[in-house]
């Protein structure tokens, strides 16, 4: 069975840095694809990180150059490394697994960004 728990949402302000980690159970990241998505207030979720089971990774424009997807097969999580938040960046984030062609997903986690 998939579980998918996301931790360390927060408020920061502009220009800060937040570590969001998403614990997997169910998943073998060398099989699975692992992805982050975010939803704001009257807006659909959009995709913000993925890493495959080959780990390659990618961005949409968005956050290219400032989020950062990462795993740790010990610790069977994923983290999103998120540098020079921007306001609009704000959201629940949330943590994506496609095991065997389905999807699961986490409970997600708020990060506010705002002075």
């Known amino acids: 069975q998939v579980q998918l728990v996301e931790s360390g949402g927060g408020l920061v302000q502009p220009g800060g840095s937040l570590t969001l980690s998403c614990a997997a159970s169910?998943?073998?990241?060398?099989?699975?694809?692992m992805h982050w998505y975010r939803q704001a207030p009257g807006n659909q979720r959009e995709y913000v990180a993925v890493?495959?089971?080959?780990?390659?990774?990618g961005y949409p424009d968005s956050v290219k150059g400032r989020f950062s997807i990462s795993t740790d097969n010990a610790r069977n999580t994923v983290y999103l490394q998120m540098n020079s938040l921007k306001p609009e960046d704000t959201a629940v984030y949330y943590c994506?697994?496609?095991?065997?062609?389905?999807?699961?997903w986490g409970q997600g986690t708020q990060v506010t960004v705002s002075s």
């Open positions: 994506n697994a496609v095991v065997a062609g389905h999807s699961y």
């Open positions: 890493i495959t089971s080959e780990g390659a990774v």
């Open positions: 169910g998943v073998i990241f060398s099989r699975d694809d």
